[in-house]
């Protein structure tokens, strides 16, 4: 089997290096093409108005001058011109990509990139309430909740995010499948300051969002210690609403 990992950390990620471990035991011909630098919140964005650069950084190792779709768009067309991988992971990112956080994540993003081109594609974000435990949960379940999926045959154009909570590896109480969440609308703080030649600036923090959490979401698994697991697809289409719509246009 061949795997591409990926990321939106970039390349000297400690996640990255821990999804290496993890793939490691899965497969020998793993390959890594992830961005140069942290790419946290580039969301699907394509690099259309300057050039990008492959450095290779080792054996099946390289680097993107450029986003996490970038990474995923030049591995397929360059790196794999001769045989397409059979799987995409991306991650595994260092925060939770939960509720909402999708639209703006590199780690779901570069992971969609693959679904668009046909790949079965797995994104993990690893949730970090509490730095102490860092990815432990992520390294002592990855191997459990990818198992299932080597042997499925997701449908078309999916991906399956993956969350670890919080938890050190013994504490997390085991996996769920669940929908997608909403956060209630409020991107963390905003922080505001003045530079040394005295413009103002603004800085968007990161402090923790208030949920309502809505039952069976990715929201809720997580926060009762659980590793979330959601199907998600590119189409983002609202079917409920077509007749709607149809209606308000119909002559
Ligand atoms: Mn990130």
Redesign the pocket.
């Known amino acids: 089997m061949r795997i591409l990992l990926t990321?939106?950390?970039g390349i000297h990620?400690p996640?990255l290096a821990a999804l290496e471990a993890i793939a490691a035991r899965l497969s020998d011909d793993v390959w890594v093409c992830a961005p140069a630098e942290?790419?946290?919140?580039a969301g699907h964005s394509l690099t259309l108005h300057m050039p990008v650069r492959l450095v290779e950084h080792g054996e099946r190792r390289f680097a993107v001058t450029g986003t996490p779709t970038d990474a995923v768009n030049l591995a397929l067309r360059k790196l794999f011109a001769d045989r397409a991988p059979d799987l995409v992971i991306s991650g595994i990112?260092?925060?939770e990509n939960l509720a909402d956080d999708v639209t703006y994540?590199?780690?779901i993003s570069a992971a969609m990139e693959a679904a668009l081109a046909g790949i079965p594609a797995v994104a993990m974000?690893q949730a970090m309430r509490d730095r102490g435990h860092a990815f432990s949960a992520a390294e002592g379940w990855a191997a459990k909740v990818l198992a299932p999926l080597l042997d499925l045959q997701m449908a078309r154009r999916t991906v399956v995010n993956i969350n670890f909570p919080p938890l050190a590896a013994e504490q997390v109480r085991g996996v769920r499948v669940v929908r997608q969440g909403f956060h209630d609308y409020a991107r963390g703080s905003l922080v505001e300051g003045t530079d040394p030649r005295g413009r103002p600036y603004y800085w968007f923090g990161l402090h923790d969002i208030e949920h309502t959490l809505d039952h069976g979401t990715d929201l809720e698994a997580v926060s009762d210690g659980y590793v979330s697991v959601t199907p998600l697809h590119v189409d983002l289409t609202h079917n409920a609403s077509i007749g709607t719509l149809a209606e308000a246009y119909a002559e």
């Open positions: 990321n939106d950390d990620a996640g942290e790419n946290s919140g990112n260092s925060g994540s590199g780690t974000s």
